[in-house]
């Protein structure tokens, strides 16, 4: 969503070209804003603008004729979003989506869990305007969420969510049909893209998931497997989700498979054999 420019238009002046500063949005969306959400970039290029409060961002190029073409599109944002409705999630902007055009510290980052090739697949690009990753999640060939993850020194936090949208499971149907029936749950998207190397796999996205629309999804499925970050709050997670899934889906095995690694980490044999323990 875009956020309307008399927002943060008298805020601009006040930050130094190639810093970055930290404001109350008064106006803010989903509500008031005391803790400084909305952060203005002032890149060579442009302005950045973004909240995270209601997650609505907002880009302001450099000079005028750019100034009249980012209006033009601001408003063309606000358009579709009252044709398309409010909520709908809009990609963040810069997007490059060949891998072998994102910068080396991107390429690194995601390659060392998935290939080039399923990147593509998945749909995972590089923002410029972020300079981050972008993780998207589509259901039924539609965007409803994404996160941009920092993979340059010094970015802070680690991930930026979209907000503004409930935070989504992310599905991932498998190819091999050896394991149909079974179902992985992970905690991550690049986690679930690895896993459905060999069996379906949803990604919690790191949130308590909404056990009812869970087990509904679930019910296409004879076998659950719960593969959670093998950290403690992982483990807790993991435990707590067990007992849940196991009082609301009846007749179904549902295991917790306990690793030392994490879904995207692990290699070919290692994944193979997460089905196995079902
Ligand atoms: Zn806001």
């Known amino acids: 969503m875009a956020i ?21 949005h008064c106006e803010c969306p989903a509500g008031m804003d005391t803790r400084r ?4 970039r002032n890149t060579d290029r442009a302005y950045l603008i973004y909240c995270f409060n209601c997650g609505g ?8 004729r750019s100034y009249i073409r980012t209006i033009k599109e601001l408003l063309a944002d606000q358009k579709e979003l009252e044709t398309k409705g ?5 990609m963040p902007g810069g ?9 080396v510290k991107a390429q690194a980052w995601v390659g060392q869990y998935i290939t080039t090739t399923e990147a593509i697949d998945n749909e995972i690009t590089y923002s410029h305007d972020w300079q981050r990753v972008i ?19 010094g970015q802070s936090p680690k991930y930026i969510s979209v907000k ?5 499971m992310a ?3 498998s190819s091999n049909k050896k394991w149909q029936g079974c179902i992985v749950i992970v905690e991550d998207i690049l986690s679930a893209i690895k896993v459905s190397r060999v069996v379906d796999s949803v990604a919690l996205l790191g949130t308590s998931p909404d056990i009812d629309c869970l087990s509904e999804r679930l019910k296409e499925y004879n076998y659950v497997g719960i593969v959670l970050d093998p950290d403690a709050a992982g483990t807790t997670k993991s435990i707590e989700l067990h007992k849940r899934l196991s009082l609301v889906c009846r007749g179904k095995v549902i295991r917790w498979l306990g690793h030392t690694k994490q879904p995207k980490e692990m290699d070919n044999a290692e994944l193979e054999a997460i089905p196995r323990g079902l």
Do not use: C, M, N
Not at 37 to 40: A, H
Not at 57 to 63: D, F, Q
């Open 164 to 168: 503004g949208v409930p935070k989504p």
């Open 95 to 103: 997007l490059v989506s060949d891998p072998r055009h994102w910068p």
């Open 86 to 90: 409010l909520g709908d999630t809009v």
């Open 57 to 64: 961002h907002s880009v302001v190029p450099h000079g005028t």
């Open 4 to 24: 309307p420019r008399e927002h943060f238009a008298e805020l601009l002046t006040q930050v130094p070209l190639g810093e970055e500063r930290s404001f109350d």
């Open 135 to 153: 993780l998207p999640v589509y259901e039924d060939g539609k965007l409803i969420f994404w996160q941009a993850r920092a993979v340059h020194p």
């Open 171 to 173: 599905w991932k149907h």
């Open 37 to 40: 959400r909305l952060r203005i």
